[in-house]
């Protein structure tokens, strides 16, 4: 089992910045693929970015390619999501989720094939 919590959501004007924090606990984290989803009001969850157990590898949505950027931290059991220009549309509930590989470089993208998910954190860009 493993159980993860996302901080450092907010409110923020257009243009802005905040970065994201997911804590994970319980089985070895460094063996799971992270990643961070999005819902926002109405709209059905959506993929934003992954990286891979050894950090080496990411994939991004379209959407926030060039603007957003994963990491991750294995001895923390941490990975963010820094969110640079923010846009009104990436107003959103942000989800961390995870996903077992067994490869060091095994990123994944839009799927609903994820082992466990966050509780979210809010995002709000203000235009």
């Known amino acids: 089992q493993v159980q993860l919590v996302e901080s450092g959501g907010g409110l923020v004007q257009a243009g802005g910045s905040l970065r994201l924090s997911c804590a994970a606990s319980g089985r070895t984290f460094s063996r799971y693929a992270m990643g961070w989803f999005r819902q926002a009001p109405g709209k059905e969850r959506e993929f934003v970015a992954a990286?891979?157990?050894?950090?080496?590898?990411?994939y991004y949505a379209d959407s926030v390619k060039g603007r957003f950027t994963i990491s991750r931290d294995n001895a923390k059991n941490t990975v963010y999501l820094q969110m640079n220009s923010l846009k009104p549309e990436d107003t959103a509930v942000y989800y961390c989720a995870a996903k077992i590989t067994y490869n060091s470089g095994t990123v994944f993208g839009p799927t609903n094939d994820i082992d466990y998910w966050g509780q979210g954190t809010q995002v709000t860009v203000s235009s």
């Open positions: 990286i891979s157990w050894s950090g080496g590898h990411t």
